[in-house]
């Protein structure tokens, strides 16, 4: 096991781990780590399934959250979740917090999944899933997921 940098708070981390045990920020997000999950992994359209190892797809759901600019809150590669949120934005009273499911088919395919739910400044009390828009930001990350894989 090597040990890596955080290049947000500076601790010593494994570069096995998805996310900083000491402040959170995702890990394996740099262009060669990138690179090595793009081309080890890939997305069969035929049948809507990604190949790979469960820690690549873990790794890939952290970096489609990166690029499309949302925080990671939680990355677990053993149950395949891995969980985001969305920033609270001017002119819009709410967030979403998502989670990208990832389970195995068969061995080495993988299909991905995921929940969404609204975030409400103020706890008022609404609808769950507001204008479906928390399900399309989940779908978003698996689209940049897509996208990613298909890199190669
Ligand atoms: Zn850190």
């Known amino acids: 096991m090597a040990l ?5 708070c ?3 981390i494994s570069d096995k781990a998805l996310t900083c045990i000491g402040c959170g920020a995702p890990i394996g997000t740099s262009d060669s780590e990138k690179n090595i999950v793009a081309t080890r992994s890939s997305f069969d359209q035929k049948s809507e399934a990604f190949n ?3 820690q690549l797809m873990a790794r890939l759901a952290v970096q489609a959250v990166v690029d499309v600019g949302w925080r990671v809150d939680s990355a677990d590669e053993a149950s395949g979740l891995v969980s ?3 920033g609270m934005t001017w002119g819009s009273f709410s967030g979403v917090s998502g989670t ?3 389970s195995e088919m068969t061995t080495g395919k993988f299909s991905v999944t995921g929940a969404g739910k609204q975030n409400v400044r103020g706890g008022q009390m609404i609808a769950p899933n507001l204008f479906n828009e928390a399900n399309k930001k989940v779908a978003k990350v698996i689209e940049q997921m897509k996208l990613i894989a298909s890199r190669s």
């Open 84 to 86: 985001f949120t969305t």
């Open 4 to 8: 890596v940098v955080c290049s947000e």
């Open 100 to 102: 990208i499911v990832i």
């Open 10 to 12: 500076g601790k010593e």
């Open 52 to 54: 790979g190892t469960k």
